[in-house]
């Protein structure tokens, strides 16, 4: 859902939209579906005592290790080609 929601700022507005886009309003539609889609499925991180915010903070967390090594890696293959 994150990528799909910041592919048009992408088209727009090249990388640095995307990454913006990616880290925030991306990031808040995802937790807003799930939260509306489904909400039982907390419950296995509940049992595990890990609390929502925990959970947001560690996705936002892994969402920018993940988009800091994507952004190094195409910097990377655009300096080789």
Same mark, same amino acid.
């Given at each position: 859902m994150n990528i799909a929601v910041s592919v048009l700022p992408f +088209?727009?507005?090249g990388t640095i939209a995307f990454n913006?886009?990616?880290l925030s309003v991306g990031l808040v539609v995802s937790f807003a579906v799930k939260e509306w889609n489904? =909400? %039982?499925e907390y419950l296995f991180y509940y %049992? %595990?005592?890990i609390? =929502? +915010?925990e959970l947001i903070c560690y996705t936002w967390i892994m969402s920018f290790v993940a988009l800091t090594m994507a952004n190094i890696l195409f910097h990377l293959t655009?300096? +080789?080609f």
């Open positions: +088209l727009f507005g913006y886009c990616f489904a =909400k %039982n %049992n %595990n005592q609390s =929502k +915010l655009t300096r +080789l």
